[in-house]
């Protein structure tokens, strides 16, 4: 089971959706990772500065904050790398096909009213909660 904590994760996500509205407000972009990610990869898009400054911060600030705190992440996963490999390819794959990630659809499409994230974000959820049922009650766990 995960720890519960209130408190440092209600500052994460607010930071997460400062993130957002500053970036719609000084930039308006939508910071969808998926979206941010795939102009950095060649063919190169014009805007490739604030895109390379966005995910810096997105690994940097975490690991400025472990470095010079002693909070520390545990980490552990019991789960085999070939499914977790094959996992991130079944996420990749419903990012392109749903035109966007959790962090599109379900932190800025759904803040903007739009009804494509709405049903996409209501997607993602009930879908992660069936999963959660057949690993940890069918399966039994892996």
Known sequence: MTEFTPFVSLLGGSLI???????????????GMT????GLVPPFFSDWGWRAAFVAGAIGAPALIVSVTDY??????????PWLI?????VGAGA???????????????????????VATFTFMVS?????FVVRHLIGGL
């Open 86 to 90: 094959f996992g991130g390819l079944i």
């Open 35 to 38: 979206g941010i990610l795939t």
């Open 96 to 118: 392109y096909f749903g035109s966007g990630c959790t962090s599109g659809h379900g932190v800025c499409g759904t803040a903007r009213l739009s009804p494509r994230s709405i």
């Open 72 to 81: 520390t992440v545990p980490f552990e996963s019991t789960t085999p790398a």
């Open 128 to 132: 992660t909660a069936a999963t959660v």
């Open 17 to 31: 959706g400062l993130s957002a509205v500053l970036l719609m407000a000084f930039h308006g972009r939508i910071a």
